[in-house]
């Protein structure tokens, strides 16, 4: 088996059966030849104002950690984990205030009641497939667990999201998440992210097309505050896409409700279409910063992720199931849970407004990201290819966005 990249790529293969299989699964899920991978600004998609922090990702909210664990077996496990790690401290008694924004809630979030009730987490977010949220929770909570400053603790809550990437993986099949858990916790740094179809996006879908795992950041200037937004999502839903106002769906004949409203175009021919075709699918975005702020004014923040999940032509149709999980790293308005007073010192809600169009910004050149990113993954159910780039090119370009290369 395939056993999982770590977050910079690299494989590790674990005897010569597992190396066999991998060659196996190689073959099958990875064409000779790629097309070539380009993040959203190569193609001169930079949406909004703001300007990117140095890794243009979640990382570069200082401390932040991301890590992924891709598994691949046979012809039919296309899944995996990607975690996000808030600090290198000790997370369960060094708390992050954390809030929960549900864009369509027709999915599964693992944890959350808690988060509302407390407005904090004490876990690492992992994201998975729809299925693997169990298996994937119970592995961290013995990872956090096995911790021995955690000795004496009897209850943890794991916070794990998911989209549902059965269009190319048998998700009833759960083999391996465990592990994946471990090796994407472990691994994880605070460097560059690898996107595209890694860890809990290398069976995901958008608009047809292969998803993934897309990044982004924003860094407000010193007048405003200075502070950094971070986004990270899984990207595995649907609708008319649009890059910068631009119907890249329509001109490029694919787009929910097709067969509807232009009835010659015929039935889904693959695992991509068929999931695309009225816009269903999910989409987890996680947002980190390190404004101080507590779960009332994440919340506020969760929701204008939404407006950038909008801005690329997802109407979160009933079958997707969008949620947005945000946390601030500030050191002033961390919890200790054996605290009898918290004292926090929280932005006020007028210097609220440039991190909302931060936001708005991020998420919609991450979602860019998860797409261009992605590589052809193909499995039993068929092959999902990536969004053409060399045809998207002289789209933007007849809009004037982009240069002339």
């Known amino acids: 088996m395939l ?3 770590r977050g910079d790529g690299r494989l590790h293969l674990r005897g010569i059966a597992a190396a066999a299989s991998f060659l196996a699964c190689l073959a099958l899920a990875i064409p000779v030849s790629l097309p070539a991978q380009v993040r959203a600004r190569a193609l001169g998609l930079a949406p909004g104002v703001f300007a990117p922090g140095p890794r243009n990702a979640i990382t570069d ?5 991301v890590g992924h664990a891709t598994v691949s077996n046979g012809d ?6 990607t975690a996000i790690v808030p600090h290198g401290g000790d997370l369960f008694r060094d708390r992050v205030p954390a809030a929960l924004h549900v864009g369509n809630g027709f999915g599964k979030l693992l944890g959350v009641t808690q988060v509302r009730e407390l407005g904090e987490i004490e876990t690492p977010i992992l994201l998975t497939c729809t299925l693997c949220i169990w298996p994937a929770g119970d592995a961290l909570a013995q990872w956090m667990l096995a911790k021995p400053e955690n000795a004496a603790v009897r209850s943890i809550n794991p916070i794990v999201g998911e989209t549902n990437d059965g269009a190319l993986n048998a998700t009833r099949s759960r083999a391996g998440i465990g592990h994946a858990v471990v090796e994407a916790l472990s691994t994880a740094d605070t460097g560059v992210v690898a996107e595209g179809s890694v860890g809990a996006g290398h069976g995901t879908v958008m608009f047809g097309w292969k998803g993934g795992i897309g990044t982004a950041s924003r860094r407000l200037p010193a007048t405003l505050g200075g502070y950094t937004v971070g986004i990270l999502v899984q990207g595995n839903y649907g609708g008319v896409l649009q890059m910068a106002g631009v119907p890249i769906g329509q001109l490029l004949g694919r787009y929910a409700f097709q067969r509807d409203v232009a009835p010659d175009f015929g039935r889904p021919s693959g695992p991509g279409d068929a999931q695309a075709e009225h816009g269903d699918g999910s989409c ?3 947002i980190a910063t390190d404004a101080p702020m507590l779960a009332r004014n994440l919340e506020r923040l969760g929701a204008r992720a939404i407006m950038g999940l909008a801005r690329t032509g997802s109407s979160a149709s009933n079958g997707s199931g969008d949620y947005v999980l945000a946390f601030s790293t500030a050191a002033r308005v961390r919890r200790n849970p054996d605290a009898a007073l918290a004292a926090s010192e929280e932005l006020g809600n007028d210097a609220m407004s440039a991190l909302f169009q931060a936001v708005t910004e991020a998420t919609e050149e991450a979602l860019y990201n998860a797409l261009l990113m992605a590589t052809p993954v193909s499995s ?4 999902v290819r990536p969004l053409p780039v060399d045809s998207v090119r002289p789209l933007l370009r007849a809009r004037g966005i982009g240069t002339s290369r």
Do not use: F, H, N, W
């Open 380 to 383: 039993r159910a068929g092959t």
């Open 76 to 81: 039919s496990i296309r899944t995996g984990v």
């Open 284 to 286: 987890m975005i996680v």
């Open 3 to 5: 056993d999982l990249p």
């Open 61 to 65: 909210v200082a401390g932040v950690r």
